[in-house]
C-alpha cells in the first residue's frame, strides 16, 4: 500500500485553514489529566483464584474415585428412666379422663365486694371538687403582680474589680 499524493488528500477551506495556523496555545486553560487505573490488590486476585480453583474442582471433580459406604441406622432404645416417667404420664392422664365428678362436695362461694366507708367517699369528692376547680379555673381573675428582685447580680464593673483584687 501507498502514501496518498498531495492531490488525493482531503481539502480544508481557507478561513479555517487561516484559523488554525494562527492559533494561540496560551489562550488554553490548563486542565489537570487524573489517569485511573484501578487494579486489583493481591488479596483480591488469591481470593478470585482460589474460588476459581473451587469451581473448576467441583466441575471436573470424578464420582468414580467415591467409596462405598453403607448407611448403618441405630435405633435407640429409652432407657429405664424415660420408661418410668412416660408410665406416670400416662397413668395421671388415665386418672384425669377417668375422673368422678359426682365424688366432688358442693360449696357455696361467698363474694366479697365491701363498700368505702363514709369518711373515704367524702375525701373522693373533695378530690373531685379540688379537680373540677382547677378545670373551671378563670385566669382573666388573677392580678398583676410586680416581681422584685431581692438578689440583685452584680454589675460589670463589680466583676472586673473582683478579677483586679483577685
Known amino acids: 500500500m501507498s502514501s496518498p499524493s498531495l492531490k488525493d488528500l482531503p481539502k480544508v477551506a481557507l478561513d479555517l485553514k487561516s484559523e488554525l495556523e494562527g492559533f494561540n496555545h496560551g489562550c488554553m486553560k490548563k486542565a489537570a489529566t487524573a489517569e485511573k487505573n484501578v487494579l486489583p490488590s493481591a488479596e483480591d486476585v488469591r481470593q478470585e483464584r482460589q474460588h476459581s480453583e473451587l469451581i473448576h474442582g467441583v466441575e471436573t471433580f470424578k464420582t468414580d474415585q467415591l467409596k462405598h459406604a453403607d448407611t448403618k441406622e441405630k435405633i435407640v432404645l429409652p432407657n429405664a428412666k424415660d420408661v418410668a416417667a412416660e ?11 377417668k375422673f368422678d365428678t359426682a365424688s366432688l362436695k358442693h360449696t357455696e362461694t361467698q363474694e366479697k365486694n365491701p363498700l368505702p366507708d363514709k369518711d373515704a367517699i ?26 422584685l428582685e431581692k438578689n440583685p447580680l452584680p454589675t460589670k464593673e463589680a466583676i472586673d474589680a473582683e478579677k483586679i483584687a483577685a
Open 87 to 97: 408410665k406416670t404420664q400416662q397413668t395421671l392422664i388415665a386418672g384425669i379422663e
Open 122 to 147: 367524702q375525701q373522693e369528692k373533695g378530690k373531685q371538687q379540688l379537680i373540677s376547680g382547677i378545670e373551671n379555673f378563670d385566669p382573666a381573675k388573677l392580678k398583676h403582680a410586680e416581681t
